[in-house]
């Protein structure tokens, strides 16, 4: 006679468990931002050295960006946080959750007319 095991219980994950990724990897889109703008800007610099540099000698030692010190910080927060709310809306499903369903998601595409011709 064959025995009969029991099914094992499967537990719903925590609302707080599923959340708390979401938001960590939210803060992750807006970290992979703030990267990429920082390889940006120095791709910028190395152009600059490469092309302008050696063919102005202007060696930009008189720039002082002080001044700016606290714009630049407000800015780099700004991008952060903004890039963080768009992953957010992004990898939570707000972003698809009007939206309507596609009508030809569930047909099989017609068959290539290059596959039928003889060889």
Do not use: C
């Amino acid at each position: 006679m064959p025995r009969v095991l029991p099914k094992p219980k499967t537990s719903e994950a925590h609302p707080l468990k599923h959340w708390a990724m979401i938001v960590f990897e939210s803060l992750g889109v807006g970290a992979l931002t703030i990267m990429l703008v920082f390889a940006a800007l120095l791709v910028m610099v190395g152009a600059y050295v490469q092309i302008v540099w050696p063919l102005t000698d202007w060696s930009l030692v008189e720039v002082n960006l002080d001044p700016y010190r606290s714009t630049i910080s407000a800015a780099f927060f700004l991008l952060f946080t903004a890039a963080s709310a768009l992953g957010f809306w992004f990898i939570s499903g707000a972003a698809w959750k009007n939206q309507k369903a596609n009508p030809s998601a569930g047909r099989v595409a017609p068959k290539s007319r290059i596959s039928s011709l003889p060889r």
